[in-house]
């Protein structure tokens, strides 16, 4: 699913687009790359939130938040509720 949904190489080939992501606005928002956490980690911004995707080994966690704020403020919460994470996988 990782490479899938995050490898350049892997996106939109056979109908992947419609596997991975939960909503529309998430397959068609743009991944941003979030140096700094797991393995690899990507930022997906929508409208109304945003997901934060880590991965480490061969485990992945999705933290999605919603609420006031701006994307930078998600992202930021996110990113925090993620190294708090990590440690325990």
């Known amino acids: 699913m990782w490479n899938d949904t995050f490898r350049e190489e892997h ?13 529309e606005d998430e397959a068609s ?22 997901a934060l995707y880590v ?3 061969n485990s992945f966690i999705r ?8 994307q930078a403020a998600k992202l930021r919460k996110s990113q925090m509720l993620a190294q708090k994470i990590l440690p325990k996988i």
């Open 29 to 50: 928002a743009p991944h941003q790359k979030v140096p700094g956490l797991g393995q690899d980690a990507y930022w997906i911004g929508s409208r109304v939130g945003g």
């Open 55 to 57: 991965l480490k080994g």
């Open 11 to 23: 996106r939109d080939s056979d109908n992947q687009k419609e596997d991975r992501a939960a909503d």
């Open 63 to 70: 933290i999605s938040v919603g609420g006031a704020g701006d």
